[in-house]
């Protein structure tokens, strides 16, 4: 397998593998300039997120500054609206449904590193993927932790660490997030 192949399979890989050095650089090119394009040039910025997101659906929406390993990685449904300094690590997929809000400095963190320091040391790494699913609003300052799904209309408040997965229909917030309301959604 090649270190992408182990990458996206959730195996530990090589960071460090000039493949993925050259896909990690070339998307900082295009998210370099999505971040430096103004308001007065939305249609030449919409067209470099798409760039970026291979995978976005329609009406999408993000406000720079925005950073990613990848943006293949990241699968979005339609009508998505990122606001400022949002970083997601797309080591592995990293799903976003329909209809979400994503609030300023919300983290999304795919990648992670062995436990054991030898192995740490030793530069390699793996990721877990991350769903998020349709009509979905995460409050700022919130982190999402590898391997974990969000289930359909949930509220994560401001400032959550997200290291478990939730169910559809909850408010969720802390650290370590919990459930501190159910959503009658019917």
């Given at each position: 397998?090649?270190?992408?192949?182990k990458m996206l399979a959730g195996e530990m890989y090589n960071?460090?593998?000039?493949?993925?050095?050259?896909?990690?650089?070339?998307?900082?090119?295009?998210f370099q300039e999505f971040?430096?394009?103004d308001e007065n040039h939305f249609e030449e910025r919409k067209a470099v997120l798409y760039k970026i997101f291979k995978?976005?659906?329609?009406?999408?929406?993000?406000?720079?500054?925005?950073?990613?390993?990848?943006?293949?990685?990241?699968?979005?449904?339609?009508?998505?609206?990122i606001n400022f300094n949002c970083c997601i690590l797309d080591v592995a997929k990293v799903t976003?449904?329909?209809?979400?809000m994503i609030g300023p400095y919300v983290q999304?963190?795919?990648?992670t590193h062995p436990l054991e320091f030898k192995a740490r040391n030793g530069g390699k790494e793996y990721a877990k993927p991350i769903i998020i699913g349709d009509n979905v609003w995460i409050?700022?300052?919130?982190t999402i932790c590898p391997g974990i799904t969000l289930g359909n209309n949930v509220i994560v408040?401001?400032?959550?660490?997200?290291?478990?997965?939730?169910?559809?229909?909850v408010v969720i917030a802390g650290n370590p997030a919990k459930i501190i309301k159910t959503i009658n959604n019917n």
């Open positions: 397998m090649t270190e992408k192949q960071p460090s593998d000039p493949e993925l050095m050259k896909e990690r650089h070339a998307v900082r090119l295009l971040n430096r394009l995978n976005g659906g329609e009406n999408l929406y993000v406000e720079p500054p925005f950073y990613c390993d990848y943006g293949s990685n990241i699968i979005i449904g339609k009508n998505l609206f976003i449904g329909n209809n979400c999304i963190y795919t990648a409050g700022g300052n919130a408040g401001s400032g959550a660490v997200i290291t478990k997965s939730f169910p559809n229909d």
